[in-house]
């Protein structure tokens, strides 16, 4: 378990602490009932009320045995960092232009430095119903929390423990990336997904910016593009000799092929091979 408390956040304190992966993580990233329900705990005076909400899920994903939680450490960066900006305050005033003034100027002011946040270390085994993260503070900053940090730790939390899933089943000298930036729930899922996976088990991804932004080991292949820019060993350069599987059984397990040899019209597995032969000895000697 960890304990965080935000007593000594400060305006200058925060501006020296890391922010949210993403910038569109802010006090604005949530639900408008949220607002509204702060606005009302504010008319009626309760928003300073202590309060404690606790984040738990009811059931496992993927039909599992388990959870891994994530998320803990955007959720900590996100609650240090906690502050409407002027413009963030003039937005909630026009979604509700006939609250008072006094819920306005109490927003400019606010941040969670009354709030303490008890939870669970990121990549922990857990299971369902219990508690993950505790946050204890003022009913009205609470409240606000609600929906961004449930947003930070279930996607987090699903493609972490789908990706120890994936670790477990495989072999245990079986290298595993991530290479789903192409079909990811747009760029942050993207990079979501990058850092979750690794924290799951995974070896590295494809994704560059992930590698930057989180010091993620980057890998890759090649794409069919690459393959379809050669048309056979005669594109390559002349001094290459391609390695090539020994198709007819004979001793040694392969056989070399020269590059100026002409390609085959015909689409035998030989061919096949030499062509992908061919892209991988291109790719080698790019690399060098």
């Not at 202590?50 to 960066?77: D, H, M, W, Y």
């Amino acid at each position: 378990f960890f304990f965080l408390t935000m007593a000594s956040s400060s305006s200058t304190r925060r501006g020296l602490l890391r922010r949210p992966t993403n910038p569109l993580v802010s006090p604005l990233l949530t639900d408008f009932y949220q607002l509204t329900m702060a606005y009302a705990y504010w008319q009626q005076e309760r928003h300073r009320k202590r309060a404690v909400f606790e984040v738990l899920f009811r059931k496992n994903p993927f039909g599992g045995e388990f959870t891994v939680f994530a998320g803990v450490e955007e959720v900590v960066r996100f609650v240090e960092t906690f502050e409407f900006t002027a413009s963030d305050v003039a937005y909630v005033k026009e979604l509700l232009p006939r609250a008072e003034e006094g819920f306005f100027e109490w927003l400019r002011a606010l941040d969670c430095r009354d709030v303490k946040i008890y939870g669970i270390k990121e990549g922990t085994v857990v299971f369902p119903v219990e508690p993950l993260l505790r946050i204890e503070g003022p009913l009205g900053v609470t409240q606000l929390l609600e929906t961004t940090v449930l947003n930070l730790v279930n996607y987090a939390s699903l493609v972490c423990t789908n990706a120890v899933r994936y670790r477990l089943a495989a072999p245990a000298d079986t290298k595993l990336f991530e290479f789903g930036a192409r079909r990811a729930q747009g760029p942050d899922g993207a990079i979501s997904a990058a850092r979750y996976t690794y924290i799951g088990g995974f070896d590295g991804t494809s994704n560059v910016l992930a590698g930057k932004l989180h010091d993620l080991p980057v890998s890759g292949t090649h794409s069919h593009a690459f393959v379809q820019s050669y048309s056979g060993l005669a594109d390559l350069p002349s001094k290459t000799t391609v390695p090539l599987p020994q198709s007819g059984g004979g001793a040694g397990g392969e056989k070399t092929q020269q590059p100026g040899a002409p390609p085959s019209d015909t689409h035998s597995d030989d061919d096949a091979a030499v062509n992908a032969a061919a892209v991988n000895a291109a790719a080698v000697n790019a690399a060098a």
